[in-house]
């Protein structure tokens, strides 16, 4: 069963990834007039549940050390990008980390999908436990 979660954290984390890559192109769109703000908002606003979950399945799948931090590393990111534009009026300078800081949702999103391949991966090379195996031979 955790293998199952682990895959599924795998996809997760690249549907994020490319979630997130199409936020950004539409503040692009947005800025120049192709698409309206409003779908940026909405979309940016739809991308946390999907983030939730894999927060979720990463404990669940236990993917390890690297892919568990990274998730939560991209929670953390996600509700600061979400706490950003409130800042706009009293402190603009801050509310313009909102571009950098989707520069780092990029980077971990690609780290964590990477991470979770990774986890999976060398669940398969881990030879199995038999229920069979007592430990070591005695020479009698």
Avoid: C, K
């Amino acid at each position: 069963m955790q293998m199952a979660f682990a895959r599924a954290h795998r996809i997760v984390a690249w549907f994020i990834l490319v979630g997130t890559l199409l936020q950004i192109y539409l503040a692009g769109g947005g800025s120049f007039g192709a698409v309206s703000y409003d779908l940026h908002r909405a979309w940016g606003s739809l991308l946390g549940l999907p983030i939730l979950v894999l927060a979720i399945l990463a404990l669940a799948g236990r993917i390890g050390r690297r892919g568990i931090g990274l998730t939560m590393l991209l929670l953390g990111l996600y509700i600061v990008q979400v706490a950003l534009p409130s800042l706009r009026v009293g402190l603009p300078y801050i509310a313009a980390l909102h571009v950098l800081n989707a520069t780092a949702l990029v980077g971990v999103a690609a780290a964590t999908a990477r991470a979770s391949g990774a986890a999976i991966a060398a669940r398969r090379r881990e030879p199995a436990l038999t229920a069979t195996s007592t430990g070591p031979e005695r020479a009698d």
